[in-house]
């Protein structure tokens, strides 16, 4: 079991850089996929980025491709988000997820098992 516990939120201006830390309790983390999504007021919660358990297979969301980059330490039980060239568009309240290894890489809430509490990110114009 983990509890992801997510930081590095804040507020930012149009083409600015953010990175997220997602810090994750637990001995077993480098036995999970770690996952970012995000959900913004009124939209439903969406998939931003994922990390296999070894860190050597990424996937993204199309509109956040060449801007964002996943990455993970397991040796710290942290996982990154570093945004870069950050629009209107990205904010959001981002969650980090833990996805037990057993299967495929998941890209929907649905397949992941723990969740942080989220924090904001709002990119100003």
């Known amino acids: 079991q983990v509890q992801p516990v997510e930081s590095g939120g804040g507020l930012v201006q149009v083409g600015g850089s953010l990175r997220l830390s997602c810090a994750a309790s637990?001995?077993?983390?480098?036995?999970?996929?770690m996952g970012w999504f995000r959900q913004a007021p009124g939209k439903e919660r969406e998939f931003v980025a994922v990390?296999?358990?070894?860190?050597?297979?990424?996937k993204y969301l199309d509109s956040v491709k060449g801007r964002f980059t996943i990455s993970r330490d397991n040796a710290k039980n942290t996982v990154y988000l570093q945004m870069n060239s950050l629009k209107p568009e990205d904010t959001a309240v981002y969650y980090c997820?833990?996805?037990?290894?057993?299967?495929?890489?998941?890209?929907?809430?649905?397949?992941?098992?723990?969740w942080g509490q989220g924090t904001q990110v709002t990119v100003s114009s």
């Open positions: 997820a833990a996805a037990r290894a057993e299967g495929g890489i998941p890209m929907t809430p649905r397949g992941y098992d723990y």
């Open positions: 637990g001995r077993t983390f480098s036995s999970y996929h």
């Open positions: 990390t296999s358990w070894s860190g050597r297979t990424t």
